[in-house]
Each structure stands twice: as C-alpha cells, then as structure tokens.
C-alpha cells in the first residue's frame, strides 16, 4: 500500500509568499523563476516592497510552470508562452461565464 502526502494551502487574496517560498513548492531554480517574473508571467504583490513577496496563487503558477517543463520538455520561453496563453484562456472563459449569467 502506498501513501501519498499532499500539501495543501489556501489561496486567499491576502496571503503573500517570497520567491523561496516559490522555489520550494515549484522546484524550479531561482533563474528560471526569475524569467516568470521578468515575462510577467508573475508578478510581486507590490513592486516596491523588498523583499519582494507574492500573491499565493503564484504557486499553483510555478507548479504548472514545472510540468509544463517537465511533461513537455519546454525550454524557457515554451513555458513562458504556454503560461500566457492558459492565463488568456481562463480570462476569456471568464468573460464568456459573465456574458452567459447577464442573459
């Protein structure tokens, strides 16, 4: 028989993370998640603040992030580009939800 443990966190809106929070949860190195940021891909919860911390939901992010590499064997770029387009796809489906709900 084996066990799986899972973690579990909630995603509210006021809880905050840094980037080794981000690094840890993900697996991804430092750089690579540097390059998210750099992309806009995630982005600090206030850019001002040092050190600079992170919505929570940034993790389901970096988790995705790893698969996506991992699964697809994406290069940067390829991970950069598939986050972009599943985040537009969410938006649109989004707004197709409302339009749908104000009939």
């Not at 919860?45 to 911390?53: L, M, N, T, Y």
């Amino acid at each position: 028989m084996t066990v799986q443990i899972t973690d579990c966190v909630s995603l509210d809106e006021r809880g905050r993370c840094r980037i080794e929070a981000l690094i840890d949860a993900s697996g991804l190195p430092a750089d690579e998640i540097e390059d998210l940021i750099e992309t806009g891909v995630i982005a600090p919860a206030d850019h001002h603040a040092q050190p600079r911390e992170f919505r929570l939901d940034a993790i389901v992010t970096v988790r995705t992030a790893r698969r996506l590499r991992d699964d697809f064997q994406l290069d940067r770029q390829g991970v950069a580009l598939a986050l972009t387009l599943l985040n537009r796809i969410d938006t649109l489906q989004s707004q197709l939800n409302a339009a749908h709900f104000m009939r």
